[in-house]
C-alpha cells in the first residue's frame, strides 16, 4: 500500500445480523490529505460503509488498513486511538454545556493537560466559530454552528482521518455552504476527511475524489470533477434526474 493512504478499505462484505450483505465487495481508497465523497441512491449503503470503517459494524469478509497498519476486527476505540474519528449522523452536541466543555470532551482519552490545551488552540483556529462562542452554550448556536462545534470535538483527538456522515442533513443552503467550507478547512488543516452525502452535486462540488456506490459496490470513483461532469453517474446519484 502506497504511504500516502490513510484509510483502505478492501474488498468489505458486511451486513446486518442474519439479513443479506449490504456492502458487497466494496473497496475505497482515502489518500493523505484528501476529501473523499461516497454518493448514491438511497440504501446503496453509504453510511454502513462508515460503520465498517470505525469499527462499529464488523465486516463478514474484507479489511481495514489504518494508516499501513490491518485494523480489520478492531472496535471504534481501538481505531480512535489509532487516528480514525467517526462524526455521527444527526447532532450530537450536548445543549446546556459550553462549546468548551462540547470540545474538550473529544480529547477525554488523553490526560495530558498541556497537549489538550494546544490542541483546543489548533481547533478554534480552524474553526473561528468555535473560539467566538467558546464560553456560550451550545444550544445557542445555529445548526450549522453546532456541526462545527462536532467537528472541533473529533478533531481534538488529533485524528488523521474524520468520517462524517451526512454533515449538512437539516440545514438551509446558506449553512451547508459553511459546513461545506469548514470540512474543506479540515482537509487544509492536514485531516483526511470520508464523507457522506445526500447533498450531491454541492459535496462532490467541495471535495477531491468522489465514489459513487450502487448495490453495496463502487460503480464509479474518480476525481470528483469528473464525476459532476458525467450526466450518466449523476441520474444515478441525484435519484434520476438528468443533469443540469
Ligand atoms: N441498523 C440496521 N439494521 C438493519 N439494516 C440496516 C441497518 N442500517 C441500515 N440497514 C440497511 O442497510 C442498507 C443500507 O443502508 P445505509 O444506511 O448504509 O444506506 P445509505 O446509502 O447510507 O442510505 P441513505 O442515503 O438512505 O442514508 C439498507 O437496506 C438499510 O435498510
Avoid at 113 to 137: D, H
Wanted: aromatic residues 4%; contains cysteine.
Amino acid at each position: 500500500m502506497a504511504s500516502d493512504v490513510v484509510l483502505e478499505l478492501k474488498g468489505i462484505e458486511a451486513g446486518y445480523g442474519k439479513a443479506a450483505l449490504v456492502l458487497r465487495g466494496l473497496s475505497v481508497e482515502v489518500p493523505r490529505g484528501t476529501v473523499v465523497c461516497l454518493v448514491g441512491p438511497n440504501g446503496a449503503g453509504k453510511s454502513t460503509v462508515l460503520k465498517v470503517a470505525s469499527g462499529l459494524l464488523k465486516p463478514r469478509a474484507g479489511s481495514i488498513v489504518l494508516n499501513g497498519k490491518d485494523m480489520t476486527g478492531s472496535g471504534p476505540q481501538t481505531l480512535l486511538r489509532a487516528g480514525l474519528s467517526h462524526v455521527l449522523q444527526g447532532h450530537s452536541v450536548f445543549p446546556e454545556m459550553t462549546v468548551e466543555e462540547n470540545v474538550m470532551l473529544g480529547g477525554y482519552t488523553s490526560a495530558d493537560r498541556a497537549a489538550l490545551s494546544e490542541r483546543a488552540g489548533f481547533v478554534k483556529e480552524v474553526f473561528p466559530v468555535v473560539a467566538e462562542r467558546w464560553g456560550a452554550a451550545a444550544g445557542l448556536l445555529s445548526g450549522g454552528q453546532q456541526k462545527q462545534v462536532e467537528f472541533a470535538r473529533a478533531l481534538m483527538v488529533s485524528p488523521d482521518v474524520v468520517l462524517l456522515d451526512e454533515p449538512s442533513m437539516g440545514l438551509d443552503p446558506k449553512r451547508t455552504t459553511t459546513v461545506f467550507e469548514q470540512v474543506a478547512r479540515m482537509r487544509d488543516a492536514g485531516v483526511a476527511v470520508l464523507l457522506v452525502e445526500q447533498n450531491a452535486r454541492r459535496a462532490l462540488e467541495m471535495a477531491d475524489i468522489g465514489c459513487v456506490l450502487d448495490l453495496g459496490t463502487v460503480f464509479a470513483t474518480g476525481p470528483a470533477r469528473e464525476l459532476l461532469a458525467d450526466p450518466k453517474l449523476s441520474d444515478l446519484y441525484l435519484g434520476g434526474r438528468p443533469a443540469a
